[in-house]
């Protein structure tokens, strides 16, 4: 039996890696972190958490911690970006508690898998996919000093001999239900509801996740590594419940539904916009929805319920891009999904991504001239990214010879990625660039855009962002 039965949870810090200059990064609580740290408790486990909250020092809060007190373990968040980041608070466990078992998760990890474990002393044992129940079964095991990995799905462990092992990956769980709200009382809540980068104006902001799972299979794409294709989802209450506890106990006025596609069971939306209009009056929301199931209907009803925003992932203007990319929507769909907003007073964000193999020059500046056309509230187009787990992903050319070369798995990363075989990253970065100045320069976008801003420091990093984007245009940066 361990004497301790409190295990340390660390979302790897990620903002440094923005490198100040991309407004709206603000604080952001990691549900996957707080939904294992919930679950652990109903189960009778202490948990703490660290994340990146403007004030703490996630570095030095995890060598304090560790070095003042025993936890049955470390967990450790990551996406590829922050890999490294979580590889160096790794390390800083490893010198404060040489004896504490160190595991990582998240969406790197899922797309790597045993790999990671191969190259990565400071590491001891990972989970892919979902992580409640393997976590669970682990700290168990941990508690009652019997260690059986090979009894976990979803695991990867080293043997004696440092032959990496795993147990296959664990189901994703049915019902969702049984995961209790996310542990949101870990943090001082107040640091991220009130610099949220999904903030409505001056609104204290919080998010959710009210489904998992996506059953659609874009090629740009890894998060069916984590949640699954199969689209599964919290009953009704449960969502609204957990609103009315935002509401309620953090003052929380405007929910960001980061759901990978919140609208693709339309009864179900229905139903969940019904009870937002009379359970939850005066409350705002913001989702992602693909263009192929937004009707005049859907926008009418999200308009109802509260919803100001919904952003888009429309990717290309070029139908033919849009096939060979496995998105399965039509250009003509986006204009009306960007119109049916306009017309029902809902704010629209665009997406857009460029730079695949399969596309040439013209196509690029197609997508760029068809988004800037577009009309909607805003837009974004960001240089592809081939992330590990999906089929852009080459390791022979983008497997990083560093930890460090995983920091530019980042849609503003830098150097951008050399894929498109008609354009250069650099050369791309600048059509981006322009094409954003362009946009954004206009009098009532730039007013629009000034509205967003909440601080000093908004206006600050947007102000740096603009200046990186000019400098790019005259060949520097
Ligand atoms: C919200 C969100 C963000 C937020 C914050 C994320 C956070 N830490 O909470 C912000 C805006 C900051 C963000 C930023 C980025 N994001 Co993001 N994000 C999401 C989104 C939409 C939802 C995340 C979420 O809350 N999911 C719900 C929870 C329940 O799931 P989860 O976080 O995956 O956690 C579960 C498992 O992963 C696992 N797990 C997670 N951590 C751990 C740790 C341990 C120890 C264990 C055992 C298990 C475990 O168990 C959890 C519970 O089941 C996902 C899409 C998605 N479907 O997940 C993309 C997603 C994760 N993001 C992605 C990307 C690309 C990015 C950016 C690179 C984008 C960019 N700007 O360039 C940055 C990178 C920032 C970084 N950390 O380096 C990709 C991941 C690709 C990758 N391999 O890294 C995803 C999958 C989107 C996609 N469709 O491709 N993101
Ligand atoms: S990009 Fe969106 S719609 Fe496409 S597979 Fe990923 S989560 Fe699903």
């Known amino acids: 039996m361990a004497d301790t039965n409190t295990v340390l949870l660390v979302n790897a810090p990620y903002l440094d890696l923005y490198g100040g200059d991309v407004p709206g990064t603000g604080y952001y609580f990691p549900l996957g972190l707080g939904y294992i740290a919930s679950y652990l408790q109903k189960h009778g486990f202490g948990v703490e958490l660290v994340c990146e909250d403007g004030k703490t020092d996630v570095m030095e809060e995890v060598r304090s911690r560790l070095a003042s007190r025993a936890y049955l373990c470390l967990g450790v968040s990551c996406m590829t970006s922050s890999f490294n980041s979580a590889l160096k608070i790794a390390s800083a466990a490893k010198e404060a508690a040489p004896a504490t078992p160190v595991i990582f998760g998240g969406?790197?990890?899922?797309?790597?898998?045993?790999?990671?474990?191969?190259?990565?002393?400071?590491?001891?044992?990972?989970?892919?996919?979902?992580?409640?129940?393997?976590?669970?079964?682990?700290?168990?095991?941990?508690?009652?000093?019997?260690?059986?990995?090979?009894?976990?799905?979803?695991?990867?462990?080293?043997?004696?001999?440092?032959?990496?092992?795993?147990?296959?990956?664990?189901?994703?769980?049915?019902?969702?239900?049984?995961?209790?709200?996310?542990?949101?009382?870990?943090?001082?809540?107040?640091?991220?509801?009130?610099?949220?980068?999904?903030?409505?104006?001056?609104?204290?902001?919080?998010?959710?996740?009210?489904?998992?799972?996506?059953?659609?299979?874009?090629?740009?794409?890894?998060?069916?590594?984590?949640?699954?294709?199969?689209?599964?989802?919290?009953?009704?209450?449960?969502?609204?419940?957990?609103?009315?506890?935002?509401?309620?106990?953090?003052?929380?006025?405007?929910?960001?539904?980061?759901?990978?596609?919140?609208?693709?069971?339309?009864?179900?939306?229905?139903?969940?916009?019904?009870?937002?209009?009379?359970?939850?009056?005066?409350?705002?929301?913001?989702?992602?929805?693909?263009?192929?199931?937004?009707?005049?209907?859907?926008?009418?009803?999200?308009?109802?319920?509260?919803?100001?925003?919904?952003?888009?992932?429309?990717?290309?203007?070029?139908?033919?891009?849009?096939?060979?990319?496995?998105?399965?929507?039509?250009?003509?769909?986006?204009?009306?999904?960007?119109?049916?907003?306009?017309?029902?007073?809902?704010?629209?964000?665009?997406?857009?991504?460029?730079?695949?193999?399969?596309?040439?020059?013209?196509?690029?500046?197609?997508?760029?001239?068809?988004g800037s056309r577009l009309d909607a509230s805003s837009v974004t187009f960001n240089p592809l990214v081939p992330y590990p787990g999906t089929p852009l992903f080459n390791p022979g050319k983008h497997l990083p010879s560093t930890p460090e070369g995983w920091e530019r798995f980042l849609t503003s990363g830098t150097p951008p990625f050399d894929i498109c075989p008609e354009v250069t990253a650099s050369e791309l970065k600048r059509m981006v660039d322009r094409a954003h100045l362009r946009y954004y320069l206009q009098p009532r976008r730039l007013l629009g855009l000034l509205r967003t801003l909440r601080s000093w420091r908004d206006f600050r990093s947007l102000a740096a962002a603009a200046a990186r984007m000019i400098q790019r245009q005259f060949g520097g940066g």
Not at 264 to 272: A, N, Y
Not at 309 to 327: A, H, R, T
């Open 107 to 370: 969406a790197h990890i899922s797309a790597m898998g045993g790999s990671v474990l191969s190259e990565q002393p400071g590491i001891d044992l990972l989970c892919t996919g979902e992580g409640e129940i393997p976590m669970l079964q682990l700290v168990s095991m941990l508690r009652d000093g019997f260690e059986d990995w090979s009894q976990i799905q979803g695991l990867f462990w080293r043997d004696d001999k440092g032959v990496v092992h795993n147990n296959g990956p664990a189901p994703f769980h049915q019902n969702l239900d049984d995961f209790p709200f996310p542990a949101r009382d870990l943090v001082d809540f107040d640091r991220f509801a009130l610099h949220s980068h999904v903030a409505s104006g001056n609104r204290r902001a919080g998010t959710i996740v009210t489904s998992r799972g996506c059953p659609f299979n874009c090629i740009f794409c890894s998060a069916h590594l984590t949640h699954g294709r199969k689209y599964r989802f919290h009953s009704d209450d449960y969502v609204v419940d957990e609103i009315r506890l935002l509401r309620e106990h953090y003052g929380i006025e405007h929910v960001f539904i980061e759901d990978d596609s919140f609208t693709v069971v339309k009864d179900r939306v229905e139903r969940l916009c019904r009870r937002f209009r009379t359970d939850l009056p005066n409350m705002t929301f913001g989702c992602f929805s693909r263009v192929d199931i937004f009707d005049e209907r859907m926008a009418a009803m999200l308009q109802s319920a509260g919803v100001r925003l919904v952003v888009f992932g429309i990717e290309s203007g070029v139908p033919e891009v849009l096939k060979k990319m496995n998105k399965g929507a039509d250009v003509g769909k986006a204009r009306q999904a960007i119109e049916l907003c306009r017309r029902h007073g809902i704010e629209s964000y665009a997406s857009f991504v460029v730079g695949f193999p399969f596309e040439t020059r013209r196509d690029i500046q197609q997508t760029i001239d068809f």
